[in-house]
């Protein structure tokens, strides 16, 4: 309920200040069922242009614990389905919690693959997630304003849904495996990006 309503409430005020905001591909989202929902993490603005293109879906995500001890906004990202994870230290909780929620069938995940917005580097957690619930990813890109000053100037914002990647129960994570996977993701990253726009660049080092 309170992610509902608090999607609701930053989505008018996002509506009132940009405006510009347009879904691609949303047929790519399963009808039913939770799934994982993976992108490259560009700016502090993708997070929420993501949960606003996948609505009426619900999402889980994971924050770094540090978020958490502030308590006015630990008790608004945990009230969003919002979990802990120690970065420095991930532990088998970070696997376990997520796989544990999608097994529910009622949130999906969000997860940044790439770990941080300024890198390029996939990691494997998603595979693994995806492999252990047994739910799709489904692959997705945002391309927009990157600053709150090139979101009030009205910048175009796209989201763009990709087709579902499915990994089988029977298939072993291993070092090659968990690569080929990351590798299908990251031309599925490029695919989408270059269908919006084929021009488009961004820079993981700046």
């Known amino acids: 309920m309170f992610f509902r309503v608090l999607r609701s409430i930053v989505g008018f005020l996002l509506a009132i200040l940009n405006g510009n905001a347009h879904y691609q591909n949303k047929e790519k989202l399963p009808k039913e069922g939770s799934f994982i929902l993976v992108a490259p993490h560009r700016t502090w603005i993708d997070p929420i242009y993501l949960a606003l293109a996948a609505k009426p879906h619900e999402f889980t995500f994971m924050a770094k614990k540090e978020l ?8 608004v990202i945990r009230h969003a389905n919002a979990f802990p994870v120690d970065r420095q230290n991930p532990g088998p909780s970070a696997i376990k919690t ?3 929620i999608l097994k529910q069938g009622e949130l999906s995940l969000v997860i940044f693959p790439t770990g941080t917005r300024h890198s390029s580097e996939l990691k494997g957690g998603a595979a ?3 492999k252990l619930s047994g739910v799709p990813i489904i692959p997705a890109v945002y391309q ?4 709150v000053s090139e979101l009030l100037k009205r910048k175009r914002i796209t ?3 990709g087709d579902p990647i499915t990994i089988e129960k029977s298939t072993k994570l291993t070092k090659d495996n968990l690569k080929g996977i990351e590798e299908q993701i990251q031309h599925a990253f490029d695919q989408l990006d ?3 726009d084929p021009t488009y660049k961004y820079d993981y080092h700046k």
Do not use: D, Y
């Not at 958490?68 to 008790?75: L, R, S, T, Y």
């Open 159 to 161: 989201v763009r849904f």
């Open 68 to 75: 958490f001890k502030n308590p006015i906004m630990g008790w």
């Open 194 to 196: 270059h269908e919006i």
């Open 144 to 147: 927009g304003p990157l600053t």
């Open 128 to 130: 693994t997630i995806a």
């Open 98 to 100: 997520p796989v544990k």
